[in-house]
Structure formats: C-alpha cells, structure tokens
C-alpha cells in the first residue's frame, strides 16, 4: 500500500468514528458503498478522485483532511507494505517512509541501489540538508568532483542543493535511509 492509501484509509475510519456514523450512515450520506468505504479503511482499494469527492463533500471535511498523513502517537510501517515512489529496474529502488509534512520540516526514505546501479538526484532545493545512513554495501557518493565512500554503519551529511549521485559499485545492494531537513 502507497503512502496516500494509507493515510486516506486510517483518516477516513478516524474521521467518520468521530462523527459517530457507522459505515451504513456514511454510505447513505456520501453515495459511496459500504463495500467500497470499508475497503478504503483497510486500504484494499484505490479510490478514484470522484470517490474521494463523493467522500469529502458527504462527510464536510477538506480533501486535505483525507490524504495528510495522520496525527498518530505511533506510526509503523512496514517494509513488504510498501510500493517503491521511484524505481528503475537493476538500478534502484526508493521508497518513502515519512514525507514531507507542513508542521514537520523533514522527510525520511528508504534507498536500495542494486549492483553496478546508479541513482542521479538533482538539488533538493535551496537551504535543504541531507543525511544518509548506510546499512547494508557501500555507498559512492558524488557531490560534484568529489567522490565519498559511506560503508555500513556510517553516516553522512550534506547541503542537497546541487547534483549528486550514489552508486553502487559492488556486489550487495546498498540499502540506506535518507533524511531531509529543511532550513
């Protein structure tokens, strides 16, 4: 399950619990089956645009209400669950753990570069600061001319703002995890 399912599918049992409706109230009020509201809450489906507007218009709620991530005390995530957000087969996989939030300035993926792979990112923007902690391989790291080699169990940090580059040049994937913080 993505990032966006997930968040629609613990808000909207959120949502409609603190109004009090059961998932018949809420079918007959968003025009949404109770098969289809109950499938979203366990984040079987993917509702489309018009069901979401079907949603938010029947239970008066913002959009935005729907897909933020959720005000948990804990949050778990499991690995197998996730769908990489980018991915180029025998290159890389990257997948997104926590993004970016308004009230929280960071955002935390996950990284696996496969063999020989190589993952090109450009700036992340003006003022953004990158920290990589390498678990499984090592990691070249190029920022520019200058190249880094991040083994397991080593951290790293930079300013994100220009091109950069981590590879792969040996025979494990390198897996670590990238947080961002924002200035």
Known sequence: MDYINNNIAINLKKIRIGKNMSLDNTAEQTGVSKSMLAQIERGEANPSIGCLGKIVSGLRVELNELIETPRLETFYIAREELI??????????IFTY????????????????????????????????????????????????NKFEIRPGDAFRFDSDKEHRYCNYGMEIVRLTAAFSFK
């Open 84 to 93: 990489p957000t980018k991915e180029v087969e025998g290159q890389y996989s």
């Open 98 to 145: 926590f993004p970016y939030e308004k009230d929280r300035q960071f955002e935390i993926y996950g990284m696996e570069i496969y063999p020989n792979g190589i993952y090109y990112s450009g700036s992340h923007g003006e003022k953004t600061v990158e920290y990589i902690t390498v678990a499984t391989g090592t990691l070249t790291l190029k920022l520019g001319e």
